[in-house]
């Protein structure tokens, strides 16, 4: 029997089970392989050292677990790892496998929706502070304008679920307003971090009448099964049983708690020790 290739699917938390879900929705065959790092999220803070050191980590056990692609669906571990990882360590450790970020597909699409060439960005303060954004948007829009706003309470927000209520309101808000006020003219702002999509609908309601908001999710999904057809060779090596697995390096009972909101539906995890 053929050991089993699911693709893996990594997040500093709970946040890359939106882009999973839309995985899931788009390219259901195959299977999946999903690690939320949660034990030492969130991500948005730390050092590059830091955030690099556990990406790795956690992209070497997935390796280990057969997968032979791997999503980054964390905008910090893309924004602060992804590089290095692609350039120094896949070479190292199997120059066949492969492992993709969630930046670069939201920056080759995100010019297409602005009309007044003005982007905004809501992310985390390590995404704002890499400029990851900014510069891969100037690869394929060089003439846009890009603004980012760090909000480093989001991610706690969504995470302890706090965000469902009103009082949590203002502190989305003010950094709504403050994007704005610095940039008038946006049109198009990117939830550039996989946790944002449950704030969308309090967002939509904030922002100016006709800005477009772009939620990664179905983004990087359309993504990747670009990238399958693309690359026939690897494609081929992913396993399609429909296989589903959740782990977290946290309590289970916790992730899995939490999860249904981020996933749409149940989720029973596992857990991983990575100490």
Not at 58 to 76: F, H, K, Q
Not at 81 to 99: E, G, H, N, Y
Not at 130 to 147: C, D, N, Q, R, W
């Amino acid at each position: 029997m053929e050991s089993p290739h699911p693709i893996g699917v990594f997040d500093s938390g709970f946040g890359g089970l939106t882009v999973m879900r839309a995985f899931e929705n788009l390219l259901p065959l195959y299977d999946y392989l999903y690690l939320g790092d949660n034990a030492r999220a969130p991500y948005g803070s730390h050092s590059f050292e830091t955030v690099y050191a556990n990406t790795l980590q956690c992209v070497e056990y997935l390796l280990g677990r057969g997968c032979r692609l791997i999503i980054l669906a964390c905008n910090t571990a893309s924004a602060k790892a992804l590089r290095t990882i692609q350039q120094k360590d896949l070479p190292r450790i199997d120059p066949a496998v492969r492992v993709l970020g969630v930046i670069r597909p939201t920056a080759e699409t995100a010019g297409n929706y602005s009309r007044t060439g003005n982007l905004g960005i809501f992310a985390t303060s390590g995404t704002v502070a890499s400029g990851s954004y900014p510069l891969e948007i100037a690869k394929f829009f060089p003439e846009m304008t890009v603004v980012q706003e760090a909000c480093p309470i989001w991610v706690p927000l969504v995470e302890t679920g706090e965000y469902q209520d009103p009082a949590a309101d203002p502190f989305i808000q003010k950094h709504v307003d403050r994007l704005f006020a610095r940039a008038p003219k946006t049109d198009v702002v990117i939830l550039g971090c996989t946790h944002y999509p449950l704030l969308l609908p309090k967002i939509i309601r904030m922002i100016p009448a006709g800005v477009t908001v772009l939620s990664q999710d179905r983004i990087v999904a359309d993504n990747l099964r670009s990238y399958l057809v693309r690359h026939p060779e690897l494609e081929s090596r992913c396993t399609k049983e429909g296989k589903r697995e959740f782990l977290t390096t946290d309590s289970p009972e916790t992730f899995s708690g939490h999860a249904t909101d981020f996933f749409g539906r149940v989720v029973l995890a596992g857990h991983l020790d990575l100490s």
